[in-house]
């Protein structure tokens, strides 16, 4: 079982769903961001730990849902911009980052993933088609616009103040897909079904992740099948800009 909480975001769902139904034509952009301002613990931000940077952490969401929305459609090529803007004292791996994928079906899919956002969580997604468009936002559409002088508790993760503009999500948990992710995983257990997701699915995703640290490393495109033998998949990057 691959834990991908967006293929169980009920947003991104409603999504899917429409695009099978032939909302907006065939699919030739998909675009998904996620970004906030940093991770809470410490081992996200040492490379021997976690491997690499917001790719590592953030990225592999997006890269799951675009095989999710392609029917686990093959990746043929990958190119990738990282840096580190905001993190420079804490870690050595990336912290901002956009990667270009690009599908056997002819599908071109953008992730844009940031530890260098500031004003809580954010977290959106863009479905371009021969017949519409759709775009989704899993905090921003939930959330009460509120204007606080004083400030108040809680107002959505990685949020660092309440004070002034914010905006406080709504079942949280919810729009991020987890309780309908452990939910399904259960059912897998209990009644030996096959997982929607599965763990070639994260294979396939660290490939690409693969794939576009050295792509950065290089400043060129990478093609796919991609097989590297490095320690960690940030070495791609970081032996080509020392």
Known sequence: MYAEELCFAPKYER????????????????????????????????????????????????????????????????????????????????????IIIEFENGVTAVAENSWAKH???????????????????????????TYSKNGYGYAMEKADTTIGWSFTVFEEVFNQGYPHELKHFIECIQQNKQPLVTGEDGRAVLEIIYAAYASAGEGKKINLPFTPKVEKPVDLWLKKIK
């Not at 699919?27 to 790719?55: C, R």
């Not at 095989?67 to 901002?96: F, I, P, Q």
């Not at 959106?124 to 559409?141: I, N």
């Open 15 to 98: 999504v899917r769903q429409m695009v099978n139904e032939g909302a907006i034509g065939n699919i030739y952009m998909l675009k998904q961001s996620e970004k906030h301002s940093g991770p809470h613990t410490d081992w996200f931000y040492d490379i021997n730990l976690a491997g690499g940077g917001v790719i590592m952490d953030m990225g592999c969401h997006a890269i799951g849902w675009f095989r999710w929305m392609l029917k686990n459609a093959k990746a043929t090529s990958v190119y990738a911009s990282m840096s580190t803007v905001l993190h420079k004292e804490r870690t050595k791996g990336e912290d901002n980052s956009v």
């Open 119 to 145: 004003g809580g969580m954010d977290d959106r997604c863009e479905v371009h088609g021969t017949g519409g468009v759709m775009y989704a936002d899993l905090f921003m559409g939930n959330a009460a616009i």
